[in-house]
């Protein structure tokens, strides 16, 4: 097996984490030009981003998912494609594939979809497993390998993905390794009357259907925030409370598999991206409760001769969140080790 030299990366500046968190308002600010009504959603994704994972949107079809990909695409400044999955896609349809060139003489790469900052992975769950599996090393390990040949994907890299409820003909359930593999699972659900209303008003005034986002930062700016984020602060008792509610999910009776420690890290970097947008450099308990759902339901796996009493990983993770004292929050400086210095 051989390997390509990975493209060449932008060079973070770095970034103080006010003007992060700045950074982080306006692009929520662009995107809300093009999606309504969705501000505390819009911020979880946005987490995700920041949090350097990738993000799946479960809903159904004509809320607002594919739209929220692009326009998030357009704000951040990344390089986007979208690829749709469909019963006939084939792996070598995302990854690329080696073509023989009659000109050379020579089989040369034709990249895939996967190569772009962006990824939006429309209706993942449309497409047979052998395709889903396809992006597992690309999401995980940032890299494809096609014909022996391992190519490094580009950095920034992030994988929006849209499925559609699994009760919806023609859908396969995502399996358990992949569903890990996205850090937070979200959904819009239908907007309120007003919302709809401000839908419908902007499509009459824009005249047009298609719509575009103001870009805010580029490549470059998205990774110094990306590393702002890694310097937030994060207590011991913050810590300890992710670690307690992962813990609570795996003892609860209808918990066939609770959530992975892959699972605590997923809360624990997504709440330090929250803090980030929310102007603070330190993680809260509420952010850790904020995210709970979003990056833990997923991850659980129920016993399946519950599934005619509706159990579920949400009243799973429901129970952990009542179950788990929520400690007393603290900012950094309240800390013993910042009382010790």
Not at 10 to 30: C, F, I, Q, Y
Request: a negative charge.
């Amino acid at each position: 097996m051989t390997s390509t030299p990975a493209p060449s990366d932008p060079r973070p500046a770095s970034v103080d984490p006010a003007r992060a968190s700045r950074s982080a308002a306006e692009v929520l600010d662009a995107v809300e030009q093009a999606v309504v009504g969705k501000r505390p959603v819009l911020e979880q994704i946005l987490a995700g981003i920041l949090a350097g994972g990738h993000v799946l949107l479960e809903d159904l079809p004509g809320l607002g998912k594919t739209l929220a990909a692009r326009s998030f695409a357009q704000a951040l400044g990344l390089p986007f494609t979208r690829a749709q999955f469909t019963p006939d896609l084939l792996p070598a349809d995302l990854t690329g594939a080696e073509v023989f060139d009659q000109r050379t003489g020579e089989f040369a790469f034709r990249p895939g979809p996967v190569f772009t900052g962006l990824l939006l992975a429309d209706e993942i769950n449309r497409t047979p497993p052998k395709t889903q599996s396809a992006l597992l090393e690309a999401m995980q390990e940032r890299q494809v390998t096609v014909e022996g040949t391992t190519r490094k994907l580009p950095r920034p890299f992030h994988v929006l993905a849209t499925a559609n409820p699994v009760e919806h003909e023609g859908t396969y359930p995502l399996p358990e390794a992949q569903l890990d593999r996205f850090l937070l699972r979200l959904s819009f659900g239908y907007p309120s009357a007003q919302e709809e209303w401000d839908v419908l008003s902007r499509r009459l005034r824009r005249g047009t259907e298609d719509q575009s986002v103001p870009q805010v930062i580029d490549a470059a700016g998205l990774l110094a925030v990306q590393e702002a984020v890694e310097q937030v602060h994060v207590d011991d008792e913050v810590g300890a409370y992710a670690v307690e509610l992962v813990r609570a999910t795996r003892r609860h009776p209808h918990a066939l598999v609770g959530s992975s420690p892959r699972g605590t890290l997923a809360l624990i970097t997504c709440a330090r991206a929250l803090a980030v947008i929310r102007g603070r450099g330190f993680v809260l308990p509420e952010d850790v409760k904020v995210l709970a759902h979003a990056a833990l339901d997923h991850r659980v796996t129920i016993k399946p001769e519950l599934w005619l009493q509706n159990a579920s990983g949400h009243g799973v993770v429901e129970a952990a969140l009542s179950e788990v004292e929520v400690p007393v929050a603290r900012s950094a400086a309240q800390t013993p080790a910042a009382a010790r210095a």
